[in-house]
């Protein structure tokens, strides 16, 4: 009886030991071979064959979780398999419930190929680490994992591949929508980098930067030249795809309903991340984004007219968020909110003054972006909230202890909170 009574708890700890991204795999499988079972039990055509194979998938994320390396192996062998018979479905059948079969079949074998997944089960639970600066509650479930970057990697992929199908086998209207589908989710494709976790390899160093009639000195925070192009790459994709749902319209709507509300989006869309890309396409390339901690100000150069804040003016910097919902779906977009006691105390070109209202919008009178960023986000988070919070320590970021005290993280723990 007593050993009965233990069986939860290896169960639950086996679970707990695996990586996100097998356990993620092992769910996939199960759902697929359920999926299979009830679609053929609904059309009355249940045969051996198809119980068979969804209890194949039933074992096989069994092992994934509970029979070790062995089991990691047989579950990949069972996602290839898997991965190979909808993609020879899909090419008889081609269509987009084919496409949305394919990315489903195929992501295990996507998810279980990454490095995460051979990772070893933990025996212990790591302690919390010292020099890290630990992520802000407002980011854990923005900034995504191994499971998100392959789902938005081989969705985006097979979705795009879809509409690039229908854009050659079309007729008429029907090739302008294909082409906008495979735009759209290109662009899903092509930013699914900026979701993937890993270290960022970028280096924090002092340099002297010109504001306006003067010099100023300080830690210098580098965002990532690659990640920048990706993201500009990928707002083409989008202002490229609402053109799409502007021009068919006609293709995207309902039978006998009117175009017009497809239309209106397409163009809201269009000013959205037409002039968006513009923009940020002004600002050039990331080795032209950086950002500078002074002991005066915290200085944003990214294009054209850099923008100075004085540290006195900023009253709190936040962990924020933006979300929006593009087709039902809920996508959040990391941010570090810096509030100021008086715009007019901000030092920056007339464009960027033009737009401090509409970063208002997005929770904060300065947002900075943190996708982009060539180091960690969290470390630069606590870096603003430690010198913000301890002003008589400002002076050292000119100096290389302030540049070795962010390099390790080596913030104090007890920090009041912010305003």
């Not at 970063?359 to 009178?365: K, T």
């Not at 943190?370 to 000119?398: F, G, K, N, V």
Request: a positive charge.
């Amino acid at each position: 009886m007593a050993e009965r009574h233990l069986w939860p708890g290896v169960l639950a700890g086996g679970w707990r030991s695996r990586p996100g991204v097998v356990r993620l795999a092992a769910g996939l499988l199960v759902l697929f071979g359920l999926l299979l079972v009830l679609v053929e039990a609904g059309e009355g055509q249940l045969e051996v064959v198809v119980v068979v194979t969804g209890l194949v998938l039933l074992v096989a994320a069994v092992a994934l979780v509970w029979a070790g390396r062995l089991g990691y192996w047989l579950g990949l062998t069972v996602a290839a398999l898997l991965a190979l018979l909808v993609v020879a479905a899909l090419t008889r059948h081609p269509g987009t419930g084919g496409v949305i079969v394919t990315a489903l079949g195929g992501l295990p074998l996507i998810l279980l190929l990454l490095p995460a997944a051979r990772r070893p089960p933990s025996t212990t639970r790591p302690g919390p680490s010292t020099a890290a600066p630990q992520q802000p509650p407002a980011w854990k479930r923005v900034l995504a994992g191994w499971g998100e970057f392959a789902f938005m990697l081989v969705a985006g992929g097979l979705l795009s591949a879809g509409g690039v199908v229908m854009a050659l086998t079309g007729r008429g209207a029907e090739r302008g929508a294909g082409a906008t589908i495979a735009l759209f989710f290109l662009a899903c494709f092509v930013v699914a980098p900026l979701f993937a976790p890993g270290p960022r390899r970028g280096r924090l160093r002092l340099e002297t930067l010109r504001v306006g009639d003067r010099s100023e000195r300080g830690i210098l925070v580098p965002y990532s030249g690659w990640r920048t192009v990706v993201l500009l790459g990928g707002i083409a994709c989008l202002a490229l795809a609402m053109l799409g749902f502007v021009v068919f319209a006609d293709a995207f709507a309902d039978p006998g309903e009117s175009p017009w509300p497809v239309r209106l989006v397409g163009v809201v869309g269009l000013v959205f991340f037409g002039v968006g890309g513009l923009l940020f396409a002004r600002r050039g390339w990331g080795r032209r984004w950086r950002l500078l901690l002074t002991p005066s100000a915290v200085v944003i150069a990214a294009g054209g007219a850099p923008t100075m804040v004085p540290w006195e003016a900023i009253q709190q910097v936040q962990a924020t968020q933006v979300t929006t919902h593009v087709h039902g779906v809920r996508v959040r977009e990391p941010l570090i909110g810096l509030d100021v006691s008086d715009l007019d105390a901000i030092h920056t070109g007339r464009l960027e003054r033009l737009l401090l209202p509409l970063s208002r919008r997005l929770g904060a009178d300065l947002a900075l972006p943190i996708r982009t960023l060539d180091i960690d986000p969290p470390l630069l988070y606590q870096a603003l909230r430690y010198y913000h919070q301890h002003p008589q320590a400002r002076a050292e970021l000119a100096t290389p202890e302030g540049l070795a005290r962010v390099q390790h993280g080596q913030f104090t723990t007890t920090q009041p909170a912010s305003r």
